[in-house]
């Protein structure tokens, strides 16, 4: 896997960000989802090298970064801190100005960082998800069950932490075999890589952190977004699983229509990790949107 990519790690924002690089031209940013790392994007990530500079990095508290202590208000897992880090990431890089393709966690940064860094982002494509806050204020009981990690993960520590550490291969495949697609679009060689990461000191505790963030200082600031009119005014595509739980539970356009004023989207033919179950259709969309004229 990324074989002519080469791994790196930077200090930013007070954290060791874990990062692999390939291509050559604009900077394009690519940030993964839970319960993974940045090894999602090895179906897709040499191809889109071969137009962009590709920067795959692992979110903090996952992969190979950083998994600094939390505080009581969960601000140092808050996805404002995150999207910093990865900010920070890319002009440390040299791209003050650059593309992101985002899945899941890391589309929820990437939310954050349009939302604070609008600037920065010429592009955004976020895969299978809704906004943060419409997805817990319309939650239903088909949402939670489905999303069941979602209200595991939040209770207080060390419950969910002391599970996750006793089996982390039952949790990986309790996540992500569970699906629509279930273990099938995992090669081996990722899903050791994952396993590898959750049993990292400390993973744990910083994922149920990044969860308990969502549902607390993460709002907070998504609603203060709404409550102020701040629209986000970056290009957004959309994307996400016809077979996942995003599309049944949520109308995606219409909810990012609430936040964003330059929305396209589509649902796609899988489930809802789409770069490894349908990475071919994902880059005939991405690299369509990506570049095409300004």
Known sequence: MFAEFKKRESQVNGVSINYRIGGTGPGLLLLHGHPQ???????VAAQLARHFTVVA???RGYGDSSKPSSDELHQTYSKRAMAQDNVE??????????????????????????????????????????????MYSQTTEAFARAYWHWFFLIRPAPLPERLLEADPEFYLRSVMGTRSAGMQP???????EYLRC??????ARAI?????ASAAIDLQHDQHDRDSGQRVNTPLLVLW????????????????RQVATNVQGKALPCGHYIPEEAPELLLAEALAFLTQPA
């Open 241 to 256: 699983g016809a077979e996942g739980v995003v599309g049944r539970c949520f109308d995606p356009l219409h909810e990012w």
């Open 186 to 192: 995992f090669t081996d060689e990722a899903f050791a």
């Open 37 to 43: 790392t940045h090894v999602i994007w090895h179906k």
């Open 198 to 203: 959750l049993k990292l000191p400390g993973t």
């Open 57 to 59: 990095a692992d979110l």
């Open 208 to 212: 149920c952190e990044d969860y308990r």
């Open 89 to 134: 990431l890319m002009q440390s890089l040299g791209f003050d100005n650059f593309d992101v393709l985002a899945h899941d966690r890391g589309a929820r940064v990437a939310h954050r960082m349009v939302a604070d860094h609008g600037s920065a982002v010429r592009r955004l494509i976020m895969l299978d998800i809704a906004p943060t806050l419409a």
